[in-house]
T-cell receptor, first 110, second 115 residues
């Protein structure tokens, strides 16, 4: 079964609005990563948050991690049409395997 | 500059006809991964190489094989493609494994269609 599951599955917003995506996972993790995938392209690493961190920022991205609830959120502020993509959380539990969730499809309307 | 390059971007093959997908990297990373991604689904790890050490996922069908002749190149061979193997195949690299702060670098994938 999947380690990470994103919520919502799809999200449609207007340009300039904030977008929040959530990820829940099942087992203890070493870190959690967020990736973006534009249609027909590969995944691009956005941000990594370690299990001992609670919040991390990178440009317009803000990631939170709540290990007690086994959940993470990705906030994209002041969204742009170019942010339209699928966003995946990925959890690393040790060893060598990163497990991806099914993703949230974000549509930003101009 | 492209760092993980997959060729071809689109591949069409016939049912049962062997096909090879290729991946090259300029990052000099030790680890190379192959993922299968079907529409609106998560990438699913098929196998990975740590240097020359091949690691197969337990649920990867025998129909899928891989070769890594050197650090830069890795190939995915599908011996007898079935209709269910139509998917995007993603190659990724990471500097090392077993270290928790290792993001993966992905190519743009090869979309495989089966006629």
């Amino acid at each position: 079964s999947q380690q990470g599951e994103e919520d919502p599955q799809a999200l449609s917003i207007q340009e300039g609005e904030n977008a929040t995506m959530n990820c829940s996972y099942k087992t203890s993790i070493n870190n959690l990563q967020w990736y973006r995938q534009n249609s027909g392209r590969g995944l691009v690493h956005l941000i990594l948050i370690r299990s001992n961190e609670r919040e991390k920022h990178s440009g317009r991205l803000r990631v939170t991690l709540d290990t007690s609830k086994k959940s993470s959120s990705l906030l994209i502020t002041a969204s742009r049409a170019a942010d339209t993509a699928s966003y995946f959380c990925a959890t690393y539990t040790g060893g060598f395997k990163t497990i991806f969730g099914a993703g949230t499809r974000l549509f930003v309307k101009a | 500059d492209a760092m993980v390059i997959q060729n071809p971007r689109y591949q069409v093959t016939q049912f049962g006809k062997p096909v090879t997908l290729s991946c090259s990297q300029t990052l000099n990373h030790n680890v190379m991964y192959w993922y299968q991604q079907k529409s609106s689904q998560a990438p699913k790890l098929l196998f990975h190489y740590y240097d020359k050490d091949f690691n197969n996922e337990a649920d990867t069908p025998d129909n899928f094989q891989s070769r890594r002749p050197n650090t830069s190149f890795c190939f995915l061979d599908i011996r007898s493609p079935g209709l269910g193997d139509a998917a995007m195949y993603l190659c990724a690299t990471s500097r090392d494994r077993g270290i928790s702060n290792q993001p993966q670098h992905f190519g743009d994938g090869t979309r495989l269609s089966i006629l």
